[in-house]
């Protein structure tokens, strides 16, 4: 088989706040048709991580480099948020971030926004190409709905939305805009386990029939060793092992990061 | 019953103790002319009983408010009459007809002097709806957005001085150059949110104003500028009367474009992603929303109906100097948007008749303008705080909509 493509490589990221190394010199790579796991204590830094990933932070340090297929590679170091999400790279939040006065509808056409291009003068007129791809934008968020099992919601208030169902719409929208990699923040956080199985489902469901990579942060250990391959790990800002979901289980140094340092009595 | 019970109870004891604090104040007189004190028992038992029926009635309201909420929270969506009277399309339709005569037949039934209070309503319903856009669809509280008003009024009062130039003219030149204004504003604040971004636009107002008061060479200062022309239509002759009729036209025509305008931006691309600016400015980044552009897009789209208006206003009064455009106006127009419902259009030119026609109309009680005024707000965040018409959903088509209504 011949070598996957590499989608996001990420090389030596160094994120400081003031004399607080939050990041140390981490590197990553996910390759095409992987769901990627980052796991960790609190505090390890992986939602830091994913904030220069996606641009709301600058990196101190080192390089976030995205190969598009068929594009050129592109540097991501402190692009803006709205850039990286252009360039294909989405993600969702590990506390909620839906709209939440708008309807559920709304919330994935907001994602279909980058995708677009009527711009004020034309919305004011509102001549046919504009009408059009209105209801383009309509159908395909509507499509997502579906396929995320939100449909029966669509004109409800995201905030009216249970939580599982929230944490999912995050997921459609996000895939709105159109991305090749999705990077999910723990998605499966304060879930059910019937509503982990399912997200489990969805996940793999992207993964395989939208072919969108997946770096996924998760507590969930039942779920990120069931779906996921590589798994990174991280504590204290450090990448401290990588590999498959059976050599994790078997790293000395990731047990002692999870059950705490053995010492002798 | 308990319930009732209860309140009662309550209000008895904010009754009494309203009596207590009240006491010195309402029953207590000293005459000093002939040495004695007046005892007003009768003012105790009216704060009494006036003290015990606004409490049980607010008891009653937020009450009502609670168990309101409740029904909400169990996901039932429970529509008000008017709400489901409002998207019902050929009401609608229906309705905007008869307004529409009634508006074009308002100066021939009534007097001039009603066509003026109009006239004024009028462009406090364009300031507002203008407002909306910033405030109440993208959220950027704007508290000095009466500079662009001055800045339209300013430019057709000056143009008109110098060069002469005539009301058509200036009109769109007074909206880009509100525009440009707003955009000149945007981008200092581009990173500002919340209470910061209310104190520099409030700074804004401020400045425009003093700079108005004190450059006397630019805009002739306090004593401002008299004289401006009236909008002329094909170089006729007009006398006030007919002239006033005109203004009331074309302020008519104004508002009509102002409503068409700002309701296909709100339902449009641009409009969606300013609603998501107000609701999470990081998420609507991480969407691909460049914040930059939206939130300037906002601010000049906001500013224009300002610049516009503010050429009318000119040309309707003749004459203006800096005292028309204190922070006491953009209060009011803020206002507008608050009372009416933030993001609603329908509510925003409610807002507007409701606050500038009323006053207008209980002159007798102008001396509690101001207090009715607070009163109002106070009772409206308390009870309605999504305004008079909350901002009602657009819906839209989709073709998995007929099998779903089909099936259920």
Known sequence: MAEKHKLLEVKGLTMDFGGLRAVDSVSLEVHEGEIAALIGPNGAGKTTFFNCVTGIYDPTKGDILLHPKGLPTRRLNGLKPNKVTEMGLARTFQNIRLFSDMTVLENVMIGRHCRTKSGIFRSIIRGKAVREEEQEIVESSYQLLQKVGLAEFTNEFAKNLPYGAQRRLEIARAMATDPFLLLLDEPAAGMNPQETSELDQLICKISEEEQIAILLIEHDMKLVMNISNPIYVMEYGKKIAEGSPQQIKDNPKVIEAYLGEETDA | ?408
């Open chain 2, 1 to 408: 019953m308990t319930d009732m019970l209860k309140d009662f109870k309550q209000s008895v004891l904010v009754a009494l103790w309203f009596v207590f604090l009240t006491f010195p104040l309402m029953v207590v007189r000293v005459n000093t002319m002939n040495n004695v004190v007046e005892w007003r028992w009768m003012n105790l038992v009216w704060v009494a009983i006036a003290a015990f029926v606004l409490s049980y009635v607010w008891r009653y309201l937020l009450a009502r408010k609670q168990a309101r909420m409740k029904v909400a929270e169990e996901g039932i969506q429970q529509q008000t009459k008017l709400q489901v009277l409002l998207e019902d399309m050929s009401f609608r339709y229906k309705a905007m007809g008869v307004l529409l005569i009634i508006a074009l037949a308002f100066p021939q039934i009534f007097d001039t002097y009603q066509t003026t209070i109009m006239i004024s309503a009028l462009i406090y319903v364009v300031l507002g709806l203008g407002l909306n856009i910033s405030v109440g669809l993208a959220g950027l509280l704007d508290l000095g957005y009466v500079a662009f008003f001055a800045v339209g009024a300013y430019a057709y009062a000056l143009l008109n001085h110098h060069f002469g130039f005539g009301f058509w003219t200036i009109l769109p030149v007074g909206g880009i150059l509100g525009c440009l204004f707003g955009v000149v504003l945007g981008f200092p604040i581009l990173r500002l949110r919340g209470d910061y971004l209310a104190i520099v636009t409030l700074g804004f107002g401020m400045i425009i104003k003093v700079v108005l008061e004190n450059w006397s060479e630019f805009s002739f200062g306090p004593s401002g500028i008299a004289n401006i022309d009236k909008p002329g239509l094909f170089g006729m002759d007009m006398n006030i009367d007919s002239s006033t009729v005109y203004i009331y036209y074309i302020m008519i025509a104004l508002v009509v474009f102002t409503i068409l305008v700002t309701m296909r931006l709100r339902n449009s691309r641009i409009g969606r992603a300013w609603i998501a600016l107000r609701e999470d400015e990081i998420a609507c980044v991480a969407m691909g929303i460049d914040m930059a552009r939206t939130k300037l897009s906002a601010y000049a789209l906001g500013a224009f109906w300002a610049g516009m208006v503010g050429v009318l206003f000119a040309a309707k009064t003749t004459f203006i100097n800096p005292a028309s455009f204190t922070f006491m106006e953009s209060a009011i127009i803020l206002s507008i948007v608050v009372l009416g419902g933030m993001g609603s259009i329908l509510g925003v030119i409610l807002g507007a008749f409701i606050l500038i026609l009323l006053p207008e109309y209980l002159r007798a009680f102008s001396e509690y303008r101001m207090l009715a005024f607070g009163a109002a707000m106070v009772l409206m965040m308390i009870f309605r705080p999504q305004g008079i018409i909350s901002n009602i959903r657009q819906k839209y088509e989709y073709k998995g909509l007929k099998e779903e209504t089909e099936n259920g």
